[in-house]
């Protein structure tokens, strides 16, 4: 049996592999000692051959005995079985997005992440969200709904929320602005996107793919469909489950 | 060696020098700390690197005893913060001549104070070592040459006159014949500007000497990195990079001969088959910013994921020492002249169109036997970041594995580059 797991910084996420199908996944949120919960979950494969990767993969590696991959090369991998022509990945997790552009047999040969600043990260919409007074659920209904929009300027997570501010003490509805928000993070992934590569076969994983209403405006940005996991916050760790059949 | 080591303290010495000694205090320590962790825990380390420690245990004491020595004794001291300042001349006119680039993020809340925050950090950490008196070498100077090449630079300088005598020097920002007679022009005023402080002429016997000297030098850190080159690597990246440091801090004469000293040493080991890291070890080339001391964030991080630095293209590296001064002058303006030519060749992306330094950039890929260029820019250092454009296009031209990062001292990202440079060396890898 193999065993991927990827350690967020919001979750951790397991997936069970045997004989090449998906046995288990699990998602439980990081809390303050994520390698306790990691290693507790890892307690269900005790002879499991097991990859780490994401955020806590360095410290995984100091408590258990096993191999680590990065997040780039685990979503690669990840997209890559689910998706066999896919080229290009699109990953927003909780704090960084990142883009990897693969080769036809599916080597990686380049990769681009956001930089110092959140802006266009999972964390960064929760925060819109929570500003507004809406559920990450509500948020995207909202956005989809609404019929009108204003253009967010501000690339600073902490300026956009200013932004927001300032435009609920304008009497702009709360249904406009999670419109707004959306349409700032599509254009500026969009843009991480084709500064790039070309998108073909772009597939979007981590769990701001979950945002139907995103993914929507992505794809008139962008002028491609793109594919999205039945769960793509679980690709990560899939991409190692794969990995620690090869090493 | 490990546990011995200290960087040493000398407060008498500090207080003589007008430095806030109860924040200086600190430093010590704290550098001890970071050099055991990134240097000294290295295994099969070069024994001729212990010369080079030293002289990160001596950095604020022994050296800065002997400068201060020299400076009473009649030697004034320069310094410079660009490798386009030339220290032939001031070698010429019995002048010292210090590198004072900062690389340490503790003095960059003393710059903030005064300076704008989204400059530079090298700019920014030179100037809050002056303002809050926390570096002995920015103490001891008598004055101060800055340049135009960068709007962060030029800007401070006027600023920074203010606690420290500070000339200017115009680098042209073209390489045009009208732009190398403008040049020779500064370098005789800077000539002038010497002679004035260290009240003598330099005529051609002495000028010859001082491109001699530091000729000497450059040579040496080229035979140095000739040899770095060699798979498996006898020596790693990060010792080279200290090595490249201290070269703007060290005594040139003596300087040279040490390098020799370890060069002969490594030619033993690689004849031997010694070497720090097997020959499977992905081979990583740096690109860029310089990394002035004691900022050796990149390497270590590099190092740490696996793979060994193999060349610096950076002003600290071999945009230092790449070129040398022809010799064969016949008279004093031919060889102010020659030295104006060695100069107009350093390829700094302040210059347009810069295309030489992607030629050279490729050139040191091949040299160095790496396998991905990993590109160093500054927080808002606007011209490399901009040429990283052009670098990555004709990396990707030619299958080159490239990355670019921006960063600057702070340690927050560190997480962060951590994953990239590993995801790099997977993508190396394949
Ligand atoms: S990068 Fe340019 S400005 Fe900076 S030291 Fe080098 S030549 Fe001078
Ligand atoms: S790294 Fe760039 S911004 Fe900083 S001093 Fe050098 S040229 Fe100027």
Known sequence: ?247 | MNDAFQVHSDPELWEELGMDVARFSGMPPMLTNAYKNIFLSQHNRPEKMSYFDDMVANIHTGRIREIYDAKKGGKPVIGTFCVYVPEELVVAAGGICIGLCGGAQGSIADAEKILPRNICPMVKSAFGFKVGKICPYFQVVDLVYGETTCDAKKKTWELLDRYVPTHVMEIPQMKRERDKWLWLDEVKDFKAAVERITDTVADFDAVADGIKTINAKRFALQRLNALRHHNPSPISGRDMLLIEQIAFYDEPVRFAQKVHELCDELEQRIGNGVSVAPTSTPRVMVSGTPMALPNWKLHFIIESAGAIVVNEESCIGTRYYKDLIDESSADLEQQLERLTERYMKIDCSCFTPNDDRIAQVLKEYEASGAEGIIDYCLQFCHTYNIEAVKLREACEARGIPFMSIETDYAPDDVGQLQTRVEAFLEQIRG
């Open chain 1, 1 to 247: 049996m193999q065993v991927g797991i990827d350690l967020g910084s919001r979750t951790i996420k397991t997936v069970a592999l045997k004989g090449g199908a998906v046995l288990q996944r699990r998602v439980v949120e990081s809390g303050f000692e994520p390698h306790r919960q990691a290693l507790q979950l890892l307690g269900d494969h005790p002879r499991a051959r097991v990859v780490a990767t994401g955020y806590g993969r360095h410290l995984m590696q100091q408590h258990a005995d096993l191999d680590i991959i990065t997040e780039i090369k685990a979503h690669a991998l990840g997209a890559r079985h689910l998706f066999p022509h896919c080229r290009t990945v699109l990953d927003v997790g909780g704090q960084d997005s990142k883009v990897i552009q693969l080769s036809e047999n599916g080597r990686i040969v380049s990769f681009q992440m956001n930089d110092k600043c959140a802006a266009g990260t999972g964390r960064f919409l929760e925060m819109m969200a929570l500003s507004l007074g809406y559920d990450l659920k509500q948020f995207g209904l909202a956005a989809a709904e609404a019929q009108a929009s204003t253009a967010i300027n501000s690339m600073c997570a902490v300026f956009a929320e200013s932004e927001v501010v300032s435009l609920k003490n304008r009497g702009v509805p709360p249904g406009e602005i999670a419109r707004s928000v959306h349409l700032a993070v599509a254009s500026r992934l969009a843009a991480m996107v084709q500064k790039t590569c070309e998108s073909h076969h772009l597939v979007f994983t981590g769990g701001v793919a979950n945002n139907k209403t995103l993914v929507a405006m992505l794809e008139k940005a962008l002028g491609v469909p793109i594919l999205v996991p039945e769960d793509p916050s679980i690709v990560g760790a899939l991409g190692a489950a794969l990995h620690a059949g090869c090493s």
